[in-house]
Structure formats: structure tokens, C-alpha cells
């Protein structure tokens, strides 16, 4: 049932952005904006339907907490930022859910920093997905070789990209042609590929070493997943 939410969730937008095309129906991106916070709000929910106690929940806020200081550290450096890797090793660490709440928190605290606005729930949306898959992917035992979490490091950033960039076609540049709409991702990809290489960066450094300290604190406290 739980697992069952939480993949009606995550599939609420793009079915939404595709009935919409569908339907021929206007203002795609309010109507989107929408489903994703519905989508954020059901999996909020979701996760306090569990009951965490405090000592479950703190691992989540530690680790957002480092994601967005990591954020603003390297604002200088345009998609050099360890968020996508902070959130991985969340998910890969304590499960899906958590992977899940510490990219959205991520992106909304952050905010408060860099601003606020429409772009926001995508980013939670985006990062949150980050950090699920990476939770599903750890939980299957994909997560056993570096390189297998590298590989997931780079396309999970590539994923973020292309969310957060079909955010911009539909609520800014409005393109009348698909070319129109394939030029802008092209502009985005070498932006999106470097995302992706500072994100195994990021991972190459604190994968290992992150992940082994909080193996042993789940262990040391019986922290649930």
C-alpha cells in the first residue's frame, strides 16, 4: 500500500503533463506547478503516517542541513554542487523515503537562500526523485560497486536536468515547434553534463567514506529505513 502511494506520487506529474498535451488544455505549467506540490504534499504525509521517532528523523535533517551548506558553499560554480550526491548516499543509506525527503528539504531550505519561487517544487520534486531511486536502486543490491554508483550518479543528474529544464519550456520560453523545443535542451546539456561530473566528483570522495559512518549509526542506534 505504502510503496503503492509513493509510485502514485512520483508518476502524478508526468502523466499530468502528458494529459494536458493530450487535452490541448492551456496554463500547463500552473496546472503542473500544482501536481507537484500535491505530489510532495501525499508523500510528506506519507512519511508521517510512519511515525518516525526523533532519533529516525535526524539523520534526514543532519544530512540536509550539510546539502544545503555544500549548496551555498559552491554557489559560485554553476551546477558544481553536491546535492544530487548528498541525497544518493541518503537514499542508498537509510532507504528510499529518506533519499526522497533529503533532496526535496534540500531544495526548499536552500531557497530561502538563493529565492524562492515557481521553480522551487520542481526542484524538491527533481532532487527528491534523486534520492528515491537511489534508496530503490541500493535496496535491489545495485549499490555494491562504485562504479554502478557512479554510473547512477551521472544519469541522476542528467534526470534532474532534463525535469528542471522541462519546467523552463513550459513556464518560460513557451517554444511553438518541437526544434524549437530541442534547442533549448541542447543548450542546457553541457550545463547538465557537468552537473553530472561534479556529481560523481562529490560521490568519489564521500560515498565510501560517508556511508560506512552511517551504516554504523544505523546499527549503534536501530535507526528504522
Known amino acids: 500500500m505504502r510503496v503503492g502511494v509513493e509510485i502514485a506520487c512520483l508518476v502524478a506529474v508526468p502523466l499530468c503533463?502528458?494529459?494536458?498535451?493530450?487535452?490541448?488544455?492551456?496554463?500547463?505549467?500552473?496546472l503542473s506547478g500544482l501536481v507537484v506540490l500535491a505530489s510532495l504534499a501525499l508523500f510528506f504525509a506519507q512519511f508521517e503516517r510512519s511515525r518516525p521517532?526523533?532519533?529516525d528523523a535526524m539523520p534526514i535533517a543532519v544530512l540536509s542541513a550539510l546539502a544545503v551548506a555544500g549548496r551555498i558553499l559552491f554557489a559560485p560554480l554553476p551546477d558544481v554542487k553536491p546535492v544530487s550526491a548528498i541525497a544518493i548516499i541518503a537514499g542508498a543509506s537509510f532507504g528510499r523515503t529518506s533519499g526522497f525527503m533529503v533532496g526535496a528539504l534540500t531544495a526548499l531550505v536552500s531557497n530561502f537562500f538563493f529565492g524562492q519561487g515557481p521553480w522551487t517544487p520542481w526542484q524538491m520534486y527533481a532532487w527528491g526523485l534523486v534520492g528515491y531511486l537511489a534508496g530503490v536502486l541500493a535496496q535491489m543490491g545495485w549499490f555494491k560497486r562504485m562504479p554502478v554508483v557512479l554510473g547512477y550518479g551521472f544519469v541522476a543528474a542528467l534526470l534532474y536536468g532534463a525535469i528542471l529544464n522541462l519546467w523552463s519550456l513550459i513556464g518560460f520560453f513557451h517554444p511553438q515547434t518541437f526544434a524549437e523545443g530541442l534547442a533549448i535542451y541542447a543548450v542546457a546539456v553541457p550545463l547538465d553534463v557537468l552537473h553530472g561530473v561534479a556529481t560523481d566528483a562529490f560521490l568519489l570522495a564521500l560515498y565510501a567514506p560517508w556511508k560506512g559512518k552511517l551504516e554504523r549509526i544505523k546499527r549503534k542506534y536501530a535507526l528504522a529505513e
Open 17 to 30: 503533463l502528458g494529459a494536458c498535451a493530450v487535452a490541448g488544455i492551456e496554463q500547463v505549467a500552473l
Open 53 to 55: 521517532r526523533l532519533r
